[in-house]
C-alpha cells in the first residue's frame, strides 16, 4: 500500500489507466456505442417509442423538472 498524500493513497490514482478498468472500457466504447444506440433507435421494431437525447446535464435537468 502507498503512503498517503493529501489524503489519498500514492497510485491510488494509476489504476483509472489500466484497460482493465471500467472507466477506461467505457471510455473505449462511448464511440462503438453510441452508433449501435443511433441504429437501433432508427430501426422500425422500435418506431413506438420515444426517443429523447440531451446534449448536455442541464438539458437533462430541466427536461426532468417539466415532468
Do not use: C, K, Y
Not at 11 to 24: D, F, K, N, Q, V
Request: net charge positive.
Amino acid at each position: 500500500m502507498g503512503a498517503e498524500v493529501g489524503g489519498l493513497r500514492r497510485g491510488a490514482g494509476t489504476g483509472w489507466l489500466s484497460r482493465e478498468h471500467p472507466a477506461w472500457w467505457a471510455w473505449s466504447q462511448h464511440g462503438v456505442r453510441r452508433r449501435e444506440i443511433e441504429r437501433r433507435v432508427r430501426d422500425p421494431r422500435f418506431a413506438p417509442l420515444d426517443t429523447l437525447r440531451f446534449g448536455h446535464p442541464n438539458d437533462t435537468v430541466a427536461w426532468l423538472a417539466s415532468l
